[in-house]
């Protein structure tokens, strides 16, 4: 009988250990955070993710502009002109096509810039989105951010 009172005393002990975060986590009116293997549960809440910028690059403010994009895993610089002209200058460029730039068209819809180039007898879609005066390539068929894509001028 001993035995048995102390596994019950030491269960009960136990119970109340662990219940005990997740009771007063429901009595706040929070979630229950899991705990993960090698830490314990603590009832810290998550940062909460910062808003997007509203976009201050627009039609007017790209012309002139020089950027480093990543296009197919290249570093690429793209030059925006007037007209919705964009032109691409890679070193590889003269010896693929025989030119120094290849002309593309560029626009803008609110926060979102849409490059199309034409390369190997194609036309190849880039998109990219505006965050404040940042510039960020995301993938067309998917809307996660690749990175940002560096200013140049």
Do not use: C
């Amino acid at each position: 009988m001993e035995d048995n009172k102390f596994l019950f005393i030491f269960g009960a002990v136990l119970v109340v250990f662990l219940g005990f975060p997740i009771v007063m986590q429901a009595a706040r009116g929070g979630k229950p955070t899991p705990a993960t293997a090698g830490t314990a549960a603590v009832g810290v809440a998550n940062p909460p993710q910062s808003a997007k910028e509203p976009p201050l690059l627009n039609e007017a403010n790209l012309i002139g502009s020089e950027w480093e994009a990543n296009i197919e895993g290249f570093p690429v610089k793209v030059s925006i002109s007037a007209g919705g002209v964009a032109y691409a200058y890679h070193p590889m460029a003269k010896q693929m096509f025989g030119v120094e730039s290849i002309e593309g068209r560029w626009q803008v819809n609110y926060d979102k810039v849409t490059l199309s180039m034409p390369m190997g007898g194609q036309t190849h879609e880039f998109k990219f989105e505006i965050s404040g005066t940042r510039l960020f390539q995301t993938k067309s068929n998917v809307q996660a951010k690749l990175g940002e894509v560096k200013r140049l001028r």
